[in-house]
């Protein structure tokens, strides 16, 4: 019954890497805490790099300088 | 003052049907809880079903064996 | 499939209203969707009146003025 | 190490403006509570006016009769 | 720089099995997409059980029924 | 009509600064994109710090060793 919820940057993340953090997480909840798999939902939001900010500046701005 | 926020896949829910939820939710919280509908925001979230998971696995695959 | 999270101000809502809720807002996006409602999951959040804000203020102080 | 996420609806924002969302909130998280500036998060999702409601309607009624 | 909301039922998980938790996720994150562990935030929210719905109900209520 | 959610680790912040962020990131929306006052809403968690992880560590873990 856990909800995850992944924010990631929108920086080309594959269908099979997504299909990999969902097997992944639903997995880790079963083996820490027992939670059915069945009902574990998890949602990823890729967020544009201009709505994403650490540091107090976008991480557009953080990428043009090579970070 | 209640805020709001439903996940759903995004497969086709139209305009109509996101005005419906909003009306239906803001009402629901006028009855139960007295609450106050000119100031209950609802943001509605349409999630690519290649970024929903249950299970442990992508509903983008769920659908394409008919579930 | 559906997830929804609602916020309320922790200002006493009962079990039994809460319930009203969850069956409410479940049976809302059943009817306007068609979601299966054994997979509807709603998360309640309530918020201390010091940590909710509207028009820049605390609900709390809101609340002190008959608000 | 705080996390921010502000959600307004989709209605030309600029990279400039979104800029200094970013800037301003982390600066603000450092004045109040002596946050570090480093790892504080901001995310802004940028919502359609079809999919937030305010008064029971959706933004895009209300901006219809010019409100 | 991902961020992960895992929301649970408060059910008693320990320190433990959070901090497995947490581990857990900034582990799965640099494994699949390449994530700095470093700049990794996960919070985990529990969530009382009459404050969680699935399937229209209150999990209370399906506990009390030994489901 | 922006919505705002601050989470932060529960680390004895004080009415007085709460209330100095939600005045503070209200004004600022005013400012940068001329969003009302009246309907902003900011919604502050304050979370354990058992609950919070960054680095792959808990924020518990990390302050015991004067982080």
Do not use: C, F, H
Not at 12 to 31: C, F, H, P, Y
Not at 37 to 44: F, G, H, L, Q
Not at 48 to 55: A, F, L, P, Q, R
């Amino acid at each position: 019954m856990p909800y995850v919820n992944i924010k990631i940057t929108k920086e080309g993340a594959s269908a099979d890497q997504k299909a990999e953090l969902i097997a992944g997480v639903t997995d880790l909840l079963q083996r820490v805490l027992g939670k059915n798999p069945a009902t574990t939902v998890v949602v990823i939001d890729e967020v544009e790099t201009d709505n994403w900010g650490i540091g107090g500046e976008q991480v557009t701005i953080r990428r043009s300088r090579g970070q």
